[in-house]
């Protein structure tokens, strides 16, 4: 039996409908690498992690990431990096983001400068 | 600006290589769905869009400045003999190995012919040679990686696979080349190079690229070119491929899309 579709592209492959890959599951190896993208916008900005390609090498994640994140828009420049070259932090170390309350001095918001500038932004005027 | 016998020519000229973009592109257009992997689909999808493109940029040209008609009477409304692609472009997409070396061999002669016509003296030809040369260049970029990375970084099979697409595709490719009437005409008017100098420029560069990714290129005096797309002679693969592609226009071609 032969896959029967409305699409003439598939019926030309001539696909078994008995799936020979059924009961063959992917190992770990059969996978490709993934690979980070940075995408920058306009020369001089930051580039940003904007998602990750499946690629067998280097050259080829860059060639994949130019179509899956600089088809539409502005596009200078692209990074790709494999995932294994970055470190990252473990989610069950979150805590050590944490901080105390009583350091709101370390927080520029604590500090309530706004109603200061204002009031001489003020004064300024008035003279 | 230029004689009756040279627009002629220069006309004929843009057409053959609209229409092999045209039918590439389709044709390539066909993995939509089916490519080996997601990345992958997304770009030779992307990159067939691109082919399509550049053969409505040829096409609009003729309308615009030529008097032809407009470019999708001009693409949906021939039969086969009227068509002047190459034979290459026609054949069914076969496996990934046998798109890719076409997509390869293919490019790589579309970058050399830009380029040229970049510079020509015929200034809307060389207005779109200059429109489209970044995504010719990462057209030939895409090429260039999977064919390496199957010739050199693959497995025994995939070296094997894409020495024998090679050995397939090359005499079709060398259909890119063949010469149409009057083709003198054009080169006197700085708008071609002539298919023979075409042809060299090409061959010399994918030479020194597929060897040194150890491939092994075709004895040039044993292959026997595909001939007779430039003349309107097909193989019986493309009348089923322009039934397929213009079924939906051909239900009413006055429809406004």
Redesign the interface.
Known sequence: MKIQSLDPRVNRLALDAESPYENNVLQQEDHFQTYQVFHQKKRGDKHICVGIVHAPSDEMALVFAKEQFARRGETVNLWVVNTRHVLAMDYDDTDIFSTTTEKIYRDPAGYKVNDKIDAYKKSQIDV | MFDSQTTAALKKMMLVHADDHLILGHRNS?WTG?GP????D??FS?IAQDKIGHALGLYSILHEHLGEADPDTVAFMRNEKEFYSCQLVEY?IGGYDFSLMRHFLFDHAAQIRFDHWALSSYEPLAKLARKVKGEIK?HV??AD??V??LAT?GNVESKARMQSALNEVFPLALGLFEACEDEEMLVKAGISKGEKAMQELWYNHIEGLLSGWGLTMPDMKAVQPAFGGRHGYHTEHLQPLLD?MTEVFRVDPSAEW
């Open positions: 066909e089916l992997i997601l990345e992958e997304i770009a992307s069914p990462y970029f895409h990686t999977w390496k990375q970084e397929e």
